[in-house]
C-alpha cells in the first residue's frame, strides 16, 4: 500500500457513502418505507450503523485495489467505466436479483435498486480511474 492507493481507498469511500446515500436515501427511501416488515426501521438500525461504515470501507479499498492492480496505460475515462459495468455485473445485478428470489421484494424496486446502483457504479468506475489516470502499465 502506497500513499497514492490510501488517498484513492479514503476518496472511494467517500464517493461510496455519497452515492448510497443518494440512491437509497433521497432516491428509494419511499420504496423501502413501504415494506416495513422487510427493512430495519431507522431505531433498529441505529445501534449496528457502524457495519454498513466498516462495509463501505471493505468496497471502497476493495474496488481501487483491483482496479489498481488491473489498470493499464490507455485513456482513463473508459477503462474506468468498464471496471464499473463489470464490477455491477458481478456485484449489483445478481445480488439484487438473489434478493428478489428469497425476499417478498417488489419488482420494480429491485429494478429501481439495479439501475441507479449500476449508474453509481459506473460513476464510482470513472472516479477510480480518474485518480489512477496516468499510471497504467504499459
Known amino acids: 500500500m502506497n500513499k497514492k492507493f490510501l488517498i484513492a ?9 455519497a452515492g448510497g446515500f443518494i440512491v437509497h436515501h433521497a432516491l428509494l427511501s419511499e420504496d423501502y418505507l413501504a415494506l416495513p416488515n422487510l427493512f430495519r426501521s431507522e431505531a433498529d438500525a441505529q445501534p449496528i450503523f457502524y ?3 466498516v462495509a463501505h470501507v471493505l468496497m471502497a479499498g476493495a474496488f481501487t485495489w483491483i482496479y489498481a492492480r488491473g489498470v493499464e496505460n490507455r485513456p482513463w475515462l473508459g477503462q474506468g467505466l468498464r471496471f464499473g459495468l463489470a464490477v455491477a455485473l458481478l456485484c449489483v445485478a445478481p445480488i439484487y436479483m438473489i434478493y428478489y428470489v428469497v425476499q417478498p421484494m417488489p419488482g420494480m424496486l429491485t429494478v429501481k435498486q439495479i439501475v441507479f446502483d449500476s449508474i453509481m457504479t459506473l460513476i464510482l468506475g470513472g472516479i477510480v480511474a480518474f485518480l489512477y489516470r496516468g499510471q497504467g502499465r504499459a
Open 9 to 17: 481507498w479514503l476518496v472511494m469511500f467517500v464517493a461510496y457513502i
Open 51 to 53: 457495519l454498513m461504515i
